[in-house]
């Protein structure tokens, strides 16, 4: 809605006569002035609810506000036929039941309110052929006719603002499912919320939610800045924790955008509009989210990885602690625990979420043993194993665009990234291989299975200065030959990778990504087979 018309319709005289109300009661001023302001005021409230409030629908009509589209009636048409189709269904597999059988059905019609559904579908059609289009047997026979002629060029705009629409619609309620299962907080979630309303409120174009959001954050020159006066005496605490704040809500804000926008594109398929529109929306948002994936990757992992670090700590906290409130839930609703049973682990989880809650976290940079014990495949060492590990290790800074590890050359050790981010690719003639390694990383695990005393299947470019710690080979192959755990994950983690190198070889698999082969691989039991050993699939 215009300016105009929220100024018409949004002046009530609230706020003035809440000021009214505190003058009367306030014995500093005249009783002569404190009825005059009140009279005034509530004068001023009468008019504008009178006038400006009876008037707001006649202007709202000839300002063209309430039309809507054919396009978005067919859809609402779609729907209501849909829910038609499933209540008559629904009622059908009802009928049979045996304790149902002297139901009144005529009743149960009218109460759901089937009749008034199929009215408001006739009324639908009626404002169709209005607005000139040619009326079908039914709203989903329109949008396949339009799906299988790839709709006219005069109708393609009315579906992409429809999907568009509704596309952005639902990005809010994922907004909002995430925010009540703590995957972001309040602030995070209302400035998520105000972008895409920003788009809805510029339906007609491409979405750019994301430039919205960056326009909130504190401009990247200011966050250099401040990262240098971290270290001053006297502010240099107040700094810091402006810039961790700052810097937890800004890692916050991006990956619930790029959650969300990933769950939405999924999901979009199941709208009822044309599948080339839908392609169309879907492109836009992958856009958005790319530059977004691209600004926390290129730039807060890089530069503040230790932030990062905590934000992923408490996110998969809160999942966790969510997750086993539902199946705490789920065993009590189903009767396999009892009240006081329910009461116990609730309450357990009630502490947790208290603790999470209250929990402060601190910017401190971690040392290389706290890197690696945050790294699954050095949990398999004692600790007594892990501090000869880093007395061997070396740290390294590696400037941007060189090389770490180069193909078909002989492998010396690895790395473990604590600040940058490489990618790694293959130049095989059938690879498809190209990943991005960032804090954490290890340069990598594909070579460690494969290429221990053998040649790289890999090359490793740093995208930016690269902070990392070197590890000998040597000292590598005792560690791995002598932990069978260590063997199973270095497969496990080097599975995506060796699908992509050799796409002959493993077929089908290589078409999956990451997130796909990690989730079958956690379900996966490592086991070797010697030349001509026999093996039984069941």
Not at 273 to 281: E, T
Not at 333 to 354: A, C, P
Not at 376 to 401: A, H
Not at 527 to 534: A, L, P, Q, S, T
């Amino acid at each position: 809605m215009c300016i105009r018309d929220r100024t018409w319709g949004g002046i009530r005289g609230a706020i003035g006569l809440c000021f009214a109300l505190i003058i009367s009661e306030d014995p500093a001023f005249p009783n002569i002035l404190k009825q005059l302001i009140l009279l005034d005021m509530a004068g001023c409230a009468v008019l504008t609810l009178t006038v400006n409030g009876l008037t707001t629908p006649q202007l709202v009509v000839k300002m063209g506000l309430n039309n809507q589209s054919a396009i978005k009636t067919k859809v609402f048409n779609s729907f209501l036929e849909s829910m038609v189709s499933a209540t008559e269904d629904h009622c059908g597999e009802l009928k049979v039941n045996p304790y149902l059988n002297v139901c009144e059905w005529d009743k149960v019609f009218w109460i759901a309110g089937v009749e008034k559904y199929k009215s408001m579908i006739r009324d639908n059609y009626r404002t169709i052929e209005m607005a000139g289009f040619q009326q079908k047997n039914n709203a989903r026979e329109m949008l396949d006719v339009a799906l299988m002629s790839g709709s006219g060029p005069e109708h393609d705009d009315d579906f992409i603002i429809e999907a568009r629409h509704r596309f952005l619609t639902s990005l809010k309620g994922v907004y909002w499912e995430l925010f009540e299962v703590h995957q972001c907080g309040g602030d995070t979630v209302l400035l998520l919320l105000e972008s895409a309303n920003n788009d809805i409120d510029n339906e007609k174009t491409a979405m750019d939610s994301w430039s919205y959001i960056m326009n909130s954050f504190y401009n990247t020159y200011l966050m250099k800045v401040l990262v240098h006066m971290r270290e001053l005496p006297y502010f240099g605490d107040h700094v810091k924790k402006l810039l961790y704040d700052q810097m937890v809500y800004v890692h916050e804000v991006t990956s619930t955008y790029i959650t969300a926008h990933e769950k939405v594109e999924h999901e979009a398929h199941e709208l009822p509009i044309p599948k080339h529109i839908i392609h169309k929306i879907t492109e836009e948002s992958k856009f958005c989210r790319g530059k977004a994936q691209e600004y926390l990757s290129q730039f807060l992992n890089l530069s503040f990885p230790e932030i990062t670090q905590q934000v992923q700590t408490r996110k998969a906290a809160y999942s966790v602690i969510h997750k086993q409130k539902e199946i705490a839930e789920e065993f009590f609703h189903s009767g396999q625990i009892d009240d006081k049973e329910f009461e116990k682990i609730n309450k357990h989880i009630i502490d947790s979420l208290t603790l999470l809650n209250n929990y402060e976290s601190k910017w401190v940079k971690p040392t290389i043993k706290e890197m690696l014990e945050g790294i699954q495949l050095f949990r398999y060492l004692s600790g007594t194993e892990l501090d000869q590990l880093i007395r061997v290790g070396q740290e390294k800074v590696i400037p941007q665009g060189e090389i770490l590890l180069k193909e078909n050359e002989r492998m010396t050790g690895f790395y473990v990234i604590t600040r940058g981010c490489v990618t790694e690719s293959s130049e095989k003639t059938d690879s498809t291989y190209k990943e991005k390694k960032g804090v954490g990383s290890i340069i990598s695990t594909v070579n460690l299975i494969y290429g221990t005393y053998q040649k790289s299947l890999t090359t490793c470019v740093t995208d930016s200065v690269v902070y990392c710690t070197f590890f000998p080979i040597d000292y590598v192959k005792t560690f791995i030959d002598s932990e069978a755990g260590v063997e199973e994950h270095l497969w496990k983690e080097s599975i995506y990778a060796l699908a992509n190198i050799f796409t002959r070889e493993f077929g089908p698999i290589s078409r999956l990504d990451r997130t796909q082969i990690n989730l079958l691989t956690q379900k996966g039991i490592l086991r070797k087979y010697r030349v001509e050993d026999k093996f039984v699939v069941t």
